[in-house]
């Protein structure tokens, strides 16, 4: 079974480079460059990782990420931005397993998605595992 990762980026350049090095990594990978549309995929299909921005057209990747999460979605998240620690921790407070600052290199963003992919969640007391 592939890997199905979506990535929420308005930057079409950006979002094709991205994309491209991911699935040279064999991950299955799917773009939406508007908030709002990638938060009704991401409610609507089954992925294994959501990587979002965090400015984005229609929506904040942060107001996705809630949504996500009021929503019971338990896919695994990385968020990619530009901005500072006080998005971080916010982005962490709200759930999200990974933050890489923009720019990243791309081995970092791999190995960044390959760990988080890798790495056991525990949500509401419970360890949910990575399928096979």
Do not use: H
């Not at 965090?54 to 530009?82: C, F, H, Q, V």
């Not at 990974?98 to 419970?126: H, Y």
């Amino acid at each position: 079974m592939s890997v199905r990762i979506l990535l929420i980026e308005d930057d079409s350049s950006l979002s094709f480079f991205l994309a491209r090095a991911l699935r040279r990594a064999g991950y299955d990978v799917f773009i939406e460059c508007r908030g709002d549309t990638g938060l009704q995929r991401a409610l609507n299909e089954s992925f294994d990782l959501i990587i979002l921005d965090w400015y984005l057209p229609g929506s904040t990747g942060l107001d996705i990420l809630k949504a996500l999460r009021a929503n019971m979605i338990e896919t695994r998240t990385m968020m990619l931005s530009g901005s500072g620690d006080d998005i971080r921790e916010e982005a962490l407070d709200v759930g999200i397993d990974s933050f890489l600052a923009k720019p990243c290199g791309l081995d970092a963003l791999i190995d960044a998605v390959a760990n988080v992919l890798r790495a056991p969640r525990v949500l509401a007391g419970r360890s949910l595992a990575m399928p096979e």
